[in-house]
């Protein structure tokens, strides 16, 4: 018996919409991948190298193999297949072979009844290093010998006559007259740190042989089957004998694009022919995954006297670490944006992004577009000044809009509301401030400062900044869904969904249903696990694309299903079901031009979103302690599919832009992380975050589904600009590096 659809009464896009996860993740009861269990599970440890930078001699497993519960020890010799990986290119061992070249690479596996006994195991594997000069300097990196001497690269012209060591990828963008002179010219050198993204689930999973020579594999992770790629040639298996299923995630931010117990774990599974669990410890985490990219950047801004922008130079230099990973993706989105959302006519960007010994970085939100950022908003603060100009006016006068051409020649078309955002942002209204003596809570500091608020001065700050959507420069970037359709337990319609793309806290789960709601007009929707095994590739949970490509993939599977279900008289019979899969993909993007940095067709990036925020800060200028006392921001989002979803992505991108801005840094000496926990790694907690005003500034972006955009990256962008800048004011000081230390505001 068929039945009709019934009306929807909720989950629409536009809703505000609960989060599915939310109780289960307050409570405790989630299922993290670190709370994986199967029966005769093992548990696998990893012989890490206590050097940055050595050659590797003789691995001696002999006692290690013999100790009680040990069910196997592995090194590179029992890889079966490609002994390298990587996420652009396969430059990374899956366990060292000839050399180490970062402070805690992978050298051996054990897998043993116990983790205590796969720990104590793994000390009694005996690695016959010789050490060797860590290159731990990016600029000293360009002059010194090759870590990776076979590994192609590409040198624009300007280089050619004196080509450099190390380099992983450089970016030289020539556009328009770069001699272009301007009556005001203002120059500035820029540093920031290594920031960790510190996400509370360390890395995890669980690796099942399936009893025919494949294996399943469970794990935290932000692209399941760009993890199938590299993980199957290294186990010489074809990809669907290996089996990627997404388990609960506890934080990425990048962190969790690159592989980290994949392999290794599968390699023991299969070893052992039983299921074999791994989870980091905290420490191992820090070492375990890549970081933001520490830079170091020199900017010359040349304007009018009106204060138009004439001219912009800028030279980033970006520290990889030991291995590729994403770092020629991150450099040419550092190039693209250093100029910020700005008209210029004229720019010279050089920017270039080095191997060295110091640990591997990739993905961590913002994508490059936070370096700049930090240093094109000192320079536009210090043009304001040297002209006697209001910082937010000055900027209004040279936002970017649909029209203008940017320094890679590409020009902006659709949505990107730079003007608006900036009004909306200085509009909104900065609180007074508290009057003196106060709770120590409400000061500097906090409950650790010791004077009455006698040496605190307040400053307000001011920064704008805006970076691409989805995958560019001609990347084949498109998201797979599957939507089948059945008759319910009660006979009414129901509608289950298949994708693959990974929910890491950003909400994408919610975004789905909602969307096949919208267009089913249906209550009873469910979302299948994400799986490589039952539907194609929906890319990665990173470049604030989810939103955009699960819309379009889901949307369109669901158009299908209805118009075959129209084509079955808008009913379906018991055991009936509608089965459509559907791959979106979204406007073509062109790569850059390798001489001139210009794009070499329409457009190199899909589509752009800004932020402005403005920050309220207070300075104990006797301690060096600080305290974000506000945070006001203005943010572009074409249209908010869940408006409460919006303003958590918002307020957690702000957390973690305030973090690089006043404490978080992985501290290194020669090559060796010094900090890998979170006593010495410090992040905000809840006593650190301001209150946080936001608006949305909903303007349909033309080319994506219900004009929405994502939003988890700019708040991140921005905020460490626009905290640094409320510093200045506060202080009088340059600052030009973050995270601010106490001893750079003390002494005032």
Known sequence: MSAPARKLERGRVGEAVRRADGIPKTTGEFAYASDLQAAGMLWGHTVRSPHAHARVGEIDISEAVTMPGVHAVLTHA????????????????????????????????????????????????????????????MERALEQDELHPDRPTHEPDHYRDDPRANVVRSILIRHGDPDTEGDVVVTGEYELGIQDQAFLGPESGLAVPDGDGGVDIYVATQWLHVDRAQVAPCLDLPPEQVRIHLAGVGGAFGGREDLSMQIHGALLALHTNRPVKIVYTREESFVGHVHRHPARIRMEHRANRDGKLVCVHARVLLDGGAYASSSTAVVTNASSFACGPYAVANALVDATVVYTNNPPCGAMRGFGAVQVCFAHEAQMDKLAAALELDPVELRLRNALAPGDVMPNGQKVTGSLPVADVIRR??????????????????LPGGSGNVTRGEGVKRGVGFALGFKNLCYSHGFDDYCAARVRLFAGADGALAAEVHCAAAEVGQGVVGVIT???????????????????????????????????????????????????LGARGGTLAPGEEIDVEKVYRHPQTWPLDPETGQVTGER????????????????????????????????????AVNPQAVLGQ????TAQGLGLALMEEIQTRDGLITNASFTDYLIPTTLDMPPVDAVLVEEPEPDAPYGAKGVGEPPTVVATAAVAAALRDATGRDLTRVPVRPDDLIGL
């Open 604 to 639: 190199a990036h899909v589509a752009f979103i800004c932020s402005a925020m403005r920050a309220v800060v207070e300075v104990d200028t006797d301690l060096g302690l600080t305290r974000a006392v506000w945070i006001g921001t203005a943010q572009d989002v074409g249209r």
């Open 78 to 137: 029992d890889v079966p297949g490609t002994k390298l990986y990587g996420l652009e290119y396969a430059d990374q061992p899956v366990l060292a072979f000839d050399r180490v070249r970062y402070y805690g690479e992978p050298v051996a596996l054990v897998a043993a009844e116990h983790p205590e006994q796969a720990r104590r195991a793994a000390e009694k594997v005996r690695v016959e290093y010789e050490p060797l000069e860590p290159v731990v300097d």
């Open 425 to 442: 942002c200085a509009e909104l209204t900065v609180p007074e401030p508290e009057p003196l003596p106060r709770d120590s809570l409400r």
């Open 514 to 564: 909602q969307v096949a709601r919208t267009e089913l007009e249906l209550d009873d929707v469910t979302l299948a696990p994400g799986t490589t095994s039952t539907v194609d590739s929906a890319g990665s949970a990173s470049a604030s694309r989810m939103t955009w490509m699960v819309s379009g993939a889901v949307a369109e599977a669901c158009r299908a299903a209805r118009g075959e």
């Open 650 to 653: 918002i307020e957690g991108g």
